[in-house]
């Protein structure tokens, strides 16, 4: 053997792999999470109508007044008129003209698809956004088009129109 070289030993040092330690990493935070909220109270409670006390003895009495006044009925909300409500379709798959696709069905659907490009983003599950006052309109375009999932716009969404991302094709 030369002089200048070690000799070779089959001892060295191993460094784990990146998925190792973000795995440790995840466990430890759980523990930590499950160590923290033990014995805290649930933050859901059961919510049940207060039941009316009876006296078994007396039968209610019953006064004699002015014929009960009809209750005001409440007006029924106004029809939804699709062409009347924007809607701005994004596709947020790796499917290929989907956008186009489902905004020529919301258009047959009578609805103003008045624009569809991609999200850059991520999205659990194909979701109609909407603001405050078109929470109705929402729930008729997720029904027209087959969507289970509608929820309240966020961030930098307009909030006088529909905003549908789409992570995959509709059935």
């Given at each position: 053997m030369a002089p200048h070289q070690r000799?070779?030993?089959e001892r060295g040092t191993v460094l784990p792999s990146p998925v190792v330690i973000?795995?440790?990493i995840a466990v430890a935070m759980a523990a930590f999470a499950f160590?923290?909220?033990?014995g805290s109270e649930p933050t859901e409670r059961e919510i049940t109508p207060a039941a009316r006390e009876a006296v078994p003895?007396?039968?209610p009495e019953v006064?004699?007044?002015?014929?009960?006044k009809p209750k005001p009925?409440?007006?029924?909300?106004?029809a939804i008129k699709r062409g009347e409500v924007y809607v701005e379709v994004y596709n947020n798959s790796s499917v290929t003209g989907l956008a186009g696709r489902v905004a020529q069905r919301a258009t047959g659907a009578g609805w103003q698809v008045v624009g569809?490009?991609?999200w850059y983003g991520t999205v659990p599950a194909t979701t109609v956004y909407h603001p405050p006052k078109l929470e109705r309109a929402a729930k008729l375009l997720a029904l027209d088009l087959g969507i289970d999932r509608t929820l309240?716009?966020?961030g930098a969404m307009k909030l006088d129109r529909l905003t549908l991302i789409l992570t995959g094709e509709l059935d």
């Open positions: 000799p070779r030993t973000l795995s440790v160590v923290a909220t033990q003895d007396q039968a006064e004699e007044s002015e014929p009960a009925t409440k007006k029924p909300a106004p569809e490009d991609n309240q716009a966020t």
